[in-house]
Protein backbone atom coordinates (compact mmCIF):
# COMPACT_ATOMS: atom_id res chain seq x y z
CA UNK A 1 0.00 0.00 0.00
CA UNK A 2 1.34 3.45 -0.81
CA UNK A 3 1.17 6.02 1.40
CA UNK A 4 0.57 9.75 0.39
CA UNK A 5 1.08 11.26 4.01
CA UNK A 6 4.72 12.38 4.97
CA UNK A 7 4.36 13.88 8.32
CA UNK A 8 1.24 11.66 10.09
CA UNK A 9 1.99 13.58 13.21
CA UNK A 10 1.60 17.11 12.00
CA UNK A 11 -1.44 16.24 10.34
CA UNK A 12 -3.08 14.57 13.58
CA UNK A 13 -2.56 17.60 15.11
CA UNK A 14 -3.54 19.88 12.58
CA UNK A 15 -7.14 17.68 12.60
CA UNK A 16 -7.31 17.82 15.96
CA UNK A 17 -7.23 21.55 16.37
CA UNK A 18 -9.64 21.99 12.88
CA UNK A 19 -11.80 19.90 15.00
CA UNK A 20 -11.53 21.42 18.37
CA UNK A 21 -12.06 24.82 16.73
CA UNK A 22 -15.75 23.86 15.15
CA UNK A 23 -16.37 22.21 18.76
CA UNK A 24 -17.13 18.85 17.99
CA UNK A 25 -16.17 16.05 20.16
CA UNK A 26 -14.45 12.76 18.71
CA UNK A 27 -17.38 10.93 19.31
CA UNK A 28 -18.88 13.08 17.11
CA UNK A 29 -16.66 13.84 14.41
CA UNK A 30 -17.01 9.43 13.99
CA UNK A 31 -20.38 9.60 13.57
CA UNK A 32 -20.44 12.30 10.76
CA UNK A 33 -17.79 9.90 9.33
CA UNK A 34 -19.75 6.67 9.78
CA UNK A 35 -16.91 5.28 11.88
CA UNK A 36 -16.28 3.82 15.39
CA UNK A 37 -14.64 6.57 17.85
CA UNK A 38 -11.64 4.50 18.06
CA UNK A 39 -11.15 3.99 14.26
CA UNK A 40 -11.21 7.82 14.87
CA UNK A 41 -8.98 8.25 17.60
CA UNK A 42 -6.46 6.26 15.89
CA UNK A 43 -6.54 9.02 12.91
CA UNK A 44 -6.70 11.84 15.61
CA UNK A 45 -4.01 10.88 17.35
CA UNK A 46 -1.21 9.92 14.17
CA UNK A 47 -1.40 6.02 14.84
CA UNK A 48 -2.96 5.16 11.70
CA UNK A 49 -3.49 7.40 8.28
CA UNK A 50 -7.06 8.25 7.20
CA UNK A 51 -7.97 7.05 3.81
CA UNK A 52 -8.18 9.54 0.93
CA UNK A 53 -11.93 9.50 0.73
CA UNK A 54 -11.79 9.78 4.72
CA UNK A 55 -9.29 12.91 4.32
CA UNK A 56 -11.95 14.58 2.18
CA UNK A 57 -15.12 13.82 4.54
CA UNK A 58 -13.10 15.17 7.63
CA UNK A 59 -12.45 18.69 6.36
CA UNK A 60 -15.79 18.73 4.84
CA UNK A 61 -16.88 18.55 8.23
CA UNK A 62 -14.93 20.45 9.67
CA UNK A 63 -15.43 23.25 6.84
CA UNK A 64 -11.32 23.50 6.01
CA UNK A 65 -9.61 22.72 3.21
CA UNK A 66 -7.92 18.76 2.83
CA UNK A 67 -4.53 20.18 1.81
CA UNK A 68 -4.72 22.72 4.76
CA UNK A 69 -4.80 19.10 7.13
CA UNK A 70 -1.84 17.70 4.67
CA UNK A 71 0.23 20.79 4.66
CA UNK A 72 -0.76 23.80 7.00
CA UNK A 73 -0.99 26.06 4.28
CA UNK A 74 -3.73 27.87 2.88
CA UNK A 75 -5.15 27.63 -0.52
CA UNK A 76 -6.82 29.67 -3.00
CA UNK A 77 -6.02 32.80 -0.86
CA UNK A 78 -8.54 31.19 1.86
CA UNK A 79 -7.87 30.71 5.23
CA UNK A 80 -9.00 27.52 6.41
CA UNK A 81 -9.67 28.21 9.98
CA UNK A 82 -10.54 32.00 10.57
CA UNK A 83 -8.69 33.68 12.86
CA UNK A 84 -11.60 34.48 14.58
CA UNK A 85 -12.18 30.70 15.11
CA UNK A 86 -8.52 30.27 16.29
CA UNK A 87 -8.79 32.95 18.59
CA UNK A 88 -11.90 31.66 20.10
CA UNK A 89 -10.48 28.46 20.33
CA UNK A 90 -7.17 30.12 22.44
CA UNK A 91 -9.23 32.30 24.60
CA UNK A 92 -11.73 28.84 25.77
CA UNK A 93 -8.97 26.69 26.50
CA UNK A 94 -5.88 28.60 27.42
CA UNK A 95 -6.21 32.22 28.28
CA UNK A 96 -5.42 35.48 26.39
CA UNK A 97 -4.53 35.22 23.26
CA UNK A 98 -4.79 37.51 20.20
CA UNK A 99 -4.22 36.54 16.90
CA UNK A 100 -3.94 39.08 13.79
CA UNK A 101 -2.95 38.75 10.20
CA UNK A 102 -1.86 41.34 8.32
CA UNK A 103 -3.09 40.67 4.56
CA UNK A 104 -0.85 43.60 3.25
Keep these: MQRFITDRQALAQRIR??????????????????????????????????????????????KTDYRFLLTGEKYNGGIPLTVDDINQYFARNSGEINLQVNLN
Design 17 to 62: LARECRELTQISLAKYLGVARQTYLDIETGKTEPKAGTLLAIAQIL
